[in-house]
């Protein structure tokens, strides 16, 4: 019976070890930067929100909402602003992201809540290496050893988007998931891109949203004025993914990892998206 016992602890010893190796060389992170829509920036910027870029106009917000200013057709401009680059420090490759939060498209509000431009900016190792069986622990010490600078709070962050806005978790403030909560079924997806401000002006999705491949043409609206949209966000959202039904970069995590989704390489629809 002892020997029985020490078997079976040598085998979880064993498991423990086991690892996995990510594609995570220099050129695997710049081939991953290429995927995000960029601004006209070749290296990383001193102040993501001082640098200038594109402005973008969209007409329904006021002055209080507007994450700019409202010019003189009364529109509100403002700058939507991303660098992404890639270095190798120690043999080891690292991802500089920078991102004012500010979506490359004109976004809807429904409520009170203004948008903001952010100073979004870290940089932290590419893809790395986990463990198969202890994620947490090698998440821990990404956050811990891997960060150089991180000018906002975090805390709600998952990552960044390809087209620079901020990604959440799936929780809400109240910790239940924020479009299938335990109450009751969703009564607000956000707009069509399903993105909305956060009670501190920072615009972000909770969901895989298309408008990050291919940004809206024009004022958005919100979900619930598209008939579609309103009786089923969640297949509305996997319409906006008919042209990418494979393996698509949609942004990538703050510990450093790839998001993708919604789709496997082989068509598959990943459940697990959000």
């Known amino acids: 019976m002892a020997q029985r016992y020490l078997t079976i602890i040598l085998l979880l010893a064993h498991l423990r070890a086991i690892s996995t190796r990510a594609s995570n ?11 995000f829509t960029t601004s006209n920036f070749t ?12 402005n973008m106009s969209c007409c329904g917000m006021n002055a209080t909402l507007c994450p ?17 680059t890639c270095t190798l420090e120690n043999s080891i490759a690292r991802i500089k992201i920078q991102s004012n939060g500010l979506p490359p498209y004109c976004p809807v509000l429904s409520g009170i809540v203004p948008l903001r431009e952010q100073n979004i900016d870290f940089a932290v190792n590419f893809n790395p290496d986990v463990s198969v ?20 709070s975090v805390n709600s ?22 479009y299938y909560p335990i109450t009751g079924p969703p009564t607000d997806w956000g707009d069509q ?15 895989d949203s298309g408008c990050a491949l291919e940004p809206p043409v ?42 993708y989704g919604p789709y496997t390489p082989d068509r598959y629809y990943s459940k697990s998206r959000r």
């Open 133 to 152: 069986l202890e994620p947490r622990i090698n998440m821990m010490i990404q956050i811990d050893i891997g960060y150089s600078r991180l000018f906002v």
């Open 157 to 178: 962050i998952a990552g960044i988007s390809i087209d620079g806005v901020p990604i959440f978790n799936v929780d809400s403030t109240s910790n239940q998931d924020v």
């Open 193 to 207: 891109c399903f993105a909305h401000p956060s009670l501190d002006s920072i615009y972000h999705y909770h969901i």
């Open 218 to 259: 024009g004022q958005t609206t919100l979900c619930n004025n598209i008939p579609p949209c309103r009786r089923d966000g969640a297949s509305y959202s996997m319409s906006m993914f008919r042209d990418y039904q494979n393996l698509t970069v949609l942004g990538v995590a703050k510990d450093g990892h790839v998001v």
């Open 25 to 35: 060389s220099l050129i695997d992170c710049q081939a991953i930067a290429q995927q």
């Open 68 to 84: 700019g200013r409202i010019d003189s057709n009364g529109n509100c401009v403002f700058e939507s602003k991303l660098c992404v």
């Open 43 to 54: 290296r990383p910027v001193a102040n993501i929100t001082v640098a200038s870029e594109i």
